[in-house]
């Protein structure tokens, strides 16, 4: 039987010779296990730790300090900036990041939304704080002290 033949047959049994490919294709992956399997699914990047921050809105550069705690995928810390230290809770998926701070700016409360993308010991992204705008953010892992 030439190929014309088994696409024929194929056909006829109501699955095209291209269909029956792609089922043992996937058969073989979903056999091995590669297949929505949790293993494939990347893990949170790393961020737990220090980090310098280039913060640029429409109106304002600043230069915070974040210190996060991560667990899992949630975030808690610290945003050390002009107005003091104020706490920051977030989330990472992956290598997207984002976390929410609140503080008072000469007796207004304001807060930051942070967006952005994880890369090593690089991050950055976007920003929206109430009544300062939108911006950039880029940060840097501060370096370990010595001790």
Do not use: C
Not at 40 to 46: I, L, N, R, W, Y
Not at 68 to 97: A, V
Request: aromatic content about 8%.
């Amino acid at each position: 039987m030439g190929p014309r033949e088994l696409w024929k047959k194929d056909y006829d049994n109501g699955m095209s010779a291209h269909a029956r490919l792609l089922l043992v294709t996937f058969g073989a992956l979903g056999a091995l296990g590669l297949l929505a399997s949790p293993a494939v699914m990347a893990e949170p990047a790393k961020v737990d730790g220090k980090w310098n921050v280039l913060l640029q809105l429409e109106s304002i550069t600043g230069h915070p300090v974040l210190t996060l705690k991560q667990d899992g995928e949630k975030l808690t810390g610290t945003y050390e900036g002009r107005y003091g230290t104020s706490t920051l809770e977030g989330e990472i998926k992956e290598i997207k990041i984002a976390f929410v701070v609140t503080f008072n700016a000469e007796g207004t409360k304001t807060t930051g939304v942070f967006q952005g993308t994880v890369d090593g010991a690089t991050m950055g992204g976007s920003v929206e704080f109430d009544g300062a705008g939108s911006g950039t953010w880029s940060a840097v892992r501060a370096k370990a002290e010595p001790k």
